[in-house]
């Protein structure tokens, strides 16, 4: 009998990158919750978290990821418009991961008060802000890893004059005439 192991396909650099892009926009937004909660009750860092302070933690984490998925290719594109891109991507998982996350933890006033609370927490400890910037781009950076091997797939790695002349034209009539 076969081992299951053969079957399977390997994960790829781009794949693994990818899915530490989402871990971790997953557990900064579960901290940027978690630190959320300690904004509205500062009792919860000294004493267990209630059930519903922990759904916020993980709905927070939720919204992140969701944002991320969400977020399509604005992350990890090449070059200056790609930078441009990230910052908008950026300020996309930002809002609208805190947008899902408090719809997830309170259905009708989370949605207005996940963002509101997300820019006071990040007004309120710039060094924090810095944290979640340096976050994002870290992001950015895999995927990046995950963009490149993504458009690598439909182009291939050596392009040769003959395979792909810059003037088929050219050479195709001087092949007929030759």
């Known amino acids: 009998m076969r081992p299951f192991s053969r ?13 530490l892009a989402f871990f971790l926009v997953g557990v900064c937004s579960a901290g940027l919750g978690y630190l959320a909660v300690l904004h509205l009750d500062r ?7 209630t059930w519903y302070q ?27 418009k790609g930078a441009y891109r990230a910052v908008a991507g950026g300020i996309w998982i930002t809002f609208i991961g805190a947008l899902i996350g408090g719809t997830l933890g309170l259905p009708v ?29 870290g992001i950015h950076m895999l995927m990046a890893t995950y963009q490149s091997e993504r458009d690598s797939i439909f182009t291939p790695e050596r392009m040769t004059q003959l ?15 030759n």
């Open 163 to 177: 395979d792909h002349p810059s003037d088929s034209l050219a050479l195709r009539m001087r092949g007929r005439f």
């Open 43 to 49: 009792n919860a860092l000294f004493e267990e978290l």
């Open 7 to 19: 079957k399977k396909q390997k994960v790829t650099d781009g794949e693994r990158a990818r899915a």
């Open 109 to 137: 006033y989370g949605t207005m008060f996940g963002p509101f609370i997300v820019v006071v927490t990040l007004l309120g400890a710039p060094m924090l802000a810095a944290l979640w910037a340096f976050n994002l781009l």
């Open 54 to 80: 922990l759904w916020i933690v993980t709905a927070s984490g939720l919204g992140g990821m969701i944002a991320l998925f969400l977020s399509g290719d604005r992350m990890g594109q090449p070059g200056a």
